[in-house]
């Protein structure tokens, strides 16, 4: 080992400033030269002088901040490892050696820290980027308050102006209604005393008086009055007349053209209206082909399905195109599968589409009325005349239908009771009323021969779409045609014992 000279400059020693940064490096130079000796890290940066660049600075110090020193202190160990008896003394002896190294390699971190910290507390060059920073921060503030109180000048300059101008419309409103009440007051002045002069003087009725008064403006009167005063009595009548009936012409004029503005607004609207009803209803017509795949969509696409009516919409507007090329929405759709289904529900008609009258779809298929005479009453019912059938038009009302029945007949509740029975096909009611004719007498039979087929459908149709409530059998009843409210009771009791009677059985 050799001798070295720890010492460091004192914080005080080196403070010469911008004014004599010389002191400083004269300081500090050789004492950070002396200490490199010990660096791992090669080449070492050096202070540099006044010239040097910030960055090179910055780059000195931060490499002396996290100086890696070599610097060993093996010749203050107090125990010597060849003086060790056994195993275990020498590792006591290595112990007691390492805390002593350690204790001196956190008192050389600690002395070159503080040199560091000394050195660039009084470095000249931080010094001067330091009142640079403060400088150009003062002179951003300054300029941002210069700014701010630019911005408030305006600001009050623009509420001044708005001020002003705002107490000038002010006083020129004030100055016009006082203009417009001194003018009122003439005007009232003036209708008084011609009101007084034709009635005193000159025995005018007070009637034509204000007619005349409330068809003249204010010159006019004026300028007629002064006529009238510079005439006798004989001729300011006469006048007084020619101008009464001057004023009645107009008046009469005035009104005639009122009215017939009146009409003729009155026959435009009707036109409109007229021309929008037609408009309508060539709009909502639907024709043959269209209905045929209207009937078709629904039974391709049934309840449940994702966007149902957009893609029904979608399939209508692509197979067939109404007369007025005008495409159907999905408003348009439900309204006449509504239309489809209550007529459906009316007639007894299995078909999506009816008329009394036949009609060729545009597959070709021909639908014409079919009587039958059975039971109580003929029921018409249509019959395709060429290979496709009309009943293909008749699942695809009632295929969703048939489903909703199929999930409802799983119930074991009540409600789901109620379901099957509105559900049940003709065919059923027909075994059960025989089943249950060998067990009970003929007179209790007699209602469900009663029930034609357009009934059966109307109850229930009416089953499934009126809801619960004290008012439901009223409304079931007001449905069905030609059944009271007991008649619609006992029909459904009917039909829901020979549900019961059937599961018991089975």
Request: contains cysteine; hydrophobic residues 25%.
């Amino acid at each position: 080992t050799r001798d070295f000279d720890d010492s460091i400059p004192h914080e005080s020693e080196g403070k010469g400033g911008e004014e004599n940064p010389s002191s400083f490096f004269e300081v500090y130079r050789p004492a950070f030269q002396r200490n490199s000796w010990f660096s791992k890290r090669k080449p070492v940066p050096s202070l540099g002088d006044m010239d040097t660049d910030m960055p090179k600075v910055h780059a000195f110090y931060d490499f002396w901040l996290s100086f890696q020193s070599w610097r060993e202190f093996s010749h203050k160990d107090e125990h010597k490892l060849d003086d060790a008896q056994t195993r275990e003394e020498r590792r006591w002896m290595e112990r007691e050696n390492k805390k002593l190294t350690s204790e001196q390699v956190k008192k050389e971190k600690k002395r070159i820290r503080k040199m560091v910290n000394n050195a660039m507390q009084s470095d000249p060059r931080l010094i001067r980027a330091k009142r640079l920073a403060r400088e150009a921060k003062e002179a951003k503030k300054q300029a941002k308050l210069q700014a701010k109180l630019k911005r408030e000048a305006e600001r009050k300059a623009i509420e001044d102006a708005e001020r002003r101008e705002r107490e000038e419309q002010q006083r020129k409103e004030a100055e016009r209604k006082e203009e417009e009440k001194r003018t009122r007051d003439a005007f009232k002045k003036l209708r008084k005393r011609f009101r007084h002069t034709c009635k005193k003087e000159h025995g005018f009725s007070k009637f034509d008086v204000d007619t005349i008064v409330e068809r003249l403006g204010q010159e006019q009167l004026k300028q007629f009055f002064k006529d009238m005063l510079g005439q006798d009595k004989d001729s300011a009548r006469l006048t007084f007349q020619q101008k009464l009936e001057e004023v009645e012409k107009e008046k009469k004029e005035i009104a005639a053209a009122r009215e017939r503005e009146q009409e003729e607004r009155r026959a435009r609207a009707r036109m409109e209206e007229k021309m929008r009803e037609e408009e309508e209803k060539k709009k909502a017509k639907w024709s043959d082909i269209e209905l045929m795949w209207l009937a078709k969509a629904i039974q391709k696409y049934p309840s449940g399905c994702h966007n149902r009516w957009t893609q029904v919409c979608n399939m209508v507007n692509t197979m067939a195109k109404n007369p007025s090329n005008r495409e159907r929405t999905e408003k348009d759709v439900i309204k006449q599968t509504r239309i489809m289904n209550q007529r459906k529900l009316q007639t007894g008609f299995s078909n999506a589409y009816n008329k009394k009258l036949k009609f060729a779809a545009g597959d070709g298929t021909v639908f014409e009325e079919k009587e039958s005479n059975a039971g109580t009453g003929a029921t018409a019912t249509a019959t395709p005349t060429t290979t496709k059938t009309a009943s293909k038009a008749a699942k695809a009302a009632e295929q969703p239908e048939k489903k909703r029945k199929k999930k409802k007949r799983t119930k074991k509740t009540k409600k789901s009771t109620e379901a099957e029975a509105a559900g049940s096909t003709e065919q059923q009611q027909q075994k059960e009323t025989q089943k249950k004719e060998k067990h009970q007498p003929k007179s209790t039979t007699t209602t469900t021969t009663e029930w034609t087929a357009i009934q059966q459908q109307a109850l229930e149709q009416a089953l499934r779409t009126t809801p619960k409530g004290p008012e439901r059998w009223d409304q079931i009843a007001a449905k069905v045609p030609d059944k009271t409210k007991k008649d619609c009771v006992r029909r459904f009791k009917e039909i829901r014992a020979a549900i019961m009677s059937q599961r018991g059985s089975s």
